[in-house]
């Protein structure tokens, strides 16, 4: 069982940036490929990045390429998302998820264990 708990999200104008953070609890979060995913509203939820269990790899969407970056502290059980040039549609409430599959994942189906949240607002 892993328990994930996100913090970071916020209101920031369009351009600007934002760290997510997500701390997992138990001692096996090095044993989970982790991911962050996005709802907005009326909206599914979708893949944004993903890494690998040791960090050394990493998928994007299109749609975040070049502007977000993930990592991970496997000794602080804690995965980031770093988000610059923030865009209002990249308004939604972010989630990050842990996964125990051979290889990364990019679709909700590929995690396990979710936390429950953290909004992210851009103004234009």
């Known amino acids: 069982q892993v328990q994930l708990e996100e913090a970071g999200g916020g209101l920031v104008q369009a351009g600007g940036s934002l760290r997510l953070s997500c701390a997992a609890s138990?001692?096996?979060?090095?044993?989970?490929?982790m991911g962050w995913f996005r709802q907005a509203p009326v909206k599914e939820r979708e893949f944004v990045a993903a890494?690998?269990?040791?960090?050394?790899?990493?998928k994007y969407a299109d749609s975040v390429k070049g502007r977000f970056t993930i990592s991970r502290d496997n000794a602080k059980n804690t995965v980031y998302l770093q988000m610059n040039s923030l865009k209002p549609e990249d308004t939604a409430v972010y989630y990050c998820?842990?996964?125990?599959?051979?290889?990364?994942?990019?679709?909700?189906?590929?995690?396990?264990?979710w936390g429950q949240g953290t909004q992210v607002t851009v103004s234009s």
């Open positions: 890494i690998s269990r040791s960090g050394g790899g990493t």
């Open positions: 998820a842990a996964g125990n599959t051979g290889m990364m994942q990019t679709t909700t189906r590929g995690y396990n264990y």
């Open positions: 138990g001692r096996t979060f090095s044993m989970y490929n």
